[in-house]
């Protein structure tokens, strides 16, 4: 089973390019909990960085908004029945 992921959309330092990039929810879970830095990508680039304040709030945030619409998922399962019918 693949590691759980959250797409977040970085911004280069370097070019200011906005990028999507994959971080594993335990990491980010992780360094919010215990305030360690959050390392990210930008892939235009291969450039590294740690998290800014402002970049680990949104972490934060759709970290939150991920957790809920998981939970969601669960109550309503996705049905395949409805695909056949058309
Ligand atoms: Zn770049």
Redesign the pocket.
């Known amino acids: 089973m693949p590691e759980p992921t959250l797409r977040f959309p970085v911004t280069?330092p370097?070019?200011?390019?906005e990028s999507p990039s994959d971080i594993p929810i335990a990491v980010i879970a992780n360094a919010l909990l215990t305030g360690k830095g959050i390392r990210l990508h930008?892939d235009?680039?291969d450039?590294y960085w740690t998290a800014t304040f402002v970049e680990r709030e949104e972490l934060r945030k759709s970290l939150a908004l991920l957790q809920i619409e998981s939970s969601e998922d669960q109550v309503q399962p996705h049905s395949k029945q409805l695909d056949a019918v058309g």
């Open positions: 280069c370097a070019c200011a390019l930008s235009c680039h450039y």
